[in-house]
């Protein structure tokens, strides 16, 4: 059997829900601590960030609700479908962000999963501040204008 072919920066997972309820204010780029039969399940495009969220467990950053599928091929090595995972960022950033999760009310929300070009998993979070349904409502009626401008314009010209 031939291997998967594989394009670098690869997304796996992304989780498309987290712009339309939250605010993001800026992003940043962890690695994430998995298992080899994690890895596997990844690389076979399998990953669901759905009610995901990071944030603190003794004093580290972790990534929780995450849902990778056991490997199939793996049966009793396999891992844990929902369990933590550590994400690893510099010190003096994860003491930044969380002091802004405790402080502000804001919140570490996982945009996507990815391979980079080295092939090594990593992980888009976003500080976030959640939305209220008029600013949800605003965003929709501001996405239909754009559209509809650039129908005209197409149109037209």
């Known amino acids: 059997?031939?291997?998967?072919?594989?394009?670098?920066?690869?997304?796996?997972?992304?989780?498309?829900?987290?712009?339309?309820?939250y605010f993001i204010d800026e992003r940043l780029e962890a690695g994430i601590m998995l298992?080899?039969?994690?890895?596997?399940?990844?690389?076979?495009?399998?990953?669901?960030?759905?009610?995901?969220?990071?944030?603190?467990?003794?004093?580290?950053?972790?990534?929780?609700?995450?849902y990778i599928p056991e490997y199939r091929a793996a049966n009793r090595f396999n891992h844990e479908t929902r369990r933590p995972r550590k994400l690893l960022v510099h010190r003096r950033e994860r003491d930044r962000l969380l002091g802004a999760v405790r402080r502000e009310g804001v919140t570490l929300v996982p945009l996507a999963l990815y391979f980079n070009r080295r092939g090594i998993a990593k992980i888009d979070l976003g500080l976030a501040r959640g939305k209220r349904q008029y600013d949800k409502r605003q965003d929709l009626k501001e996405r239909s204008w754009q559209r509809e401008r650039q129908r005209l314009l197409r149109d037209k010209g």
């Open 1 to 21: 059997m031939s291997k998967p072919s594989e394009t670098p920066g690869r997304r796996v997972a992304q989780n498309r829900r987290a712009r339309h309820d």
């Open 35 to 66: 298992a080899g039969t994690e890895v596997k399940a990844l690389r076979e495009g399998r990953a669901s960030l759905q009610d995901a969220y990071a944030g603190e467990l003794q004093g580290e950053l972790f990534l929780f609700n995450a």
